[in-house]
């Protein structure tokens, strides 16, 4: 099997080449960009499996970036770095659709697991829109308009389809399966993400504002993922 693709856009040259040996010595096959254009044409030039991509870069800052990517490449993985607050407010804002972010100053460790979990979710996404639905396959699962096809991956509302991220699709496919059960942040993060970091609740937090955005008719007053206050989200069946 090759090697996962990613390329890391930092315009930091230490941190960028210190990104790179170490993401290859975990066995990917890793490529570089400094700027924001000269992350856009990288990608024009070859889709990577996953981009790291920092917010503060010259030319382009990575928020831009990665709406654009985002626009042109919606499965594609995207995890962010940020190193101040008003970065993260950026970030996990409705218009950047980032899938995962890691706040500076870092591990590499850390880093490294964040890449693993996202890579291994999109492999088995892969895997599973290859091998084509199942005779016996999960039947979808509605909700007033909405319809979530575990199988296809597909989510409709009246009919119309609504196309989401790996990580927003998994995030509604698990509360959908679970209806009225209200999950904290922390078992979210567990169950979609894979990790257990403290510090990421907004990863969650983001995910289901850009959710409601989409699926729902009022997000202001969300009629399918809703908020338990004081412990989370739940999926609404009624």
């Keep these: 099997m090759a090697p996962a693709s990613l390329l890391v856009v930092e315009d930091d040259d230490d941190l960028r080449q210190t990104l790179a040996r170490r993401l290859e010595e975990s066995g990917y096959d890793v490529a570089t960009a400094a700027t924001g254009p000269d992350a856009l044409d990288a990608v024009a030039e070859r889709v990577p499996d996953l981009v790291v991509l920092d917010v503060m870069l010259p030319g382009l800052d990575g928020v831009e970036v990665c709406r654009r990517l985002r626009s042109d490449h919606p499965l594609l993985t995207i995890l962010m770095l940020t190193a101040r607050a008003d970065e993260l407010d950026r970030v996990v804002g409705l218009e950047v659709g980032a899938d995962d972010y890691v706040t500076k100053p870092f591990s590499l460790q850390e880093v490294v697991a964040r890449i693993r979990s996202a890579l291994r979710r999109v492999r088995a996404v892969r895997e599973q829109l290859a091998s084509g639905p199942a005779d016996d396959g999960e039947a979808p699962i509605t909700a007033g308009a909405l319809a979530v096809d575990p199988v296809r991956r597909e989510v ?40 257990t970091y403290e510090g990421y609740d907004r990863t969650i937090d983001s995910h289901v504002q850009r959710l409601r955005a989409k699926i729902e008719a009022d997000p202001g007053n969300p009629a399918f993922v809703r908020t338990v206050w004081g412990v989370g989200y739940k999926f609404a069946a009624e």
Excluded: K, M, N, S
């Design 156 to 195: 409709t509302v009246g009919g119309e389809p609504v196309h989401l991220t790996v990580r927003e699709f998994d995030l509604l496919l698990f509360l959908a399966r679970h209806p009225d059960r209200p999950f904290t942040r922390g078992q979210l993060l567990q169950q979609i993400w894979d990790i």
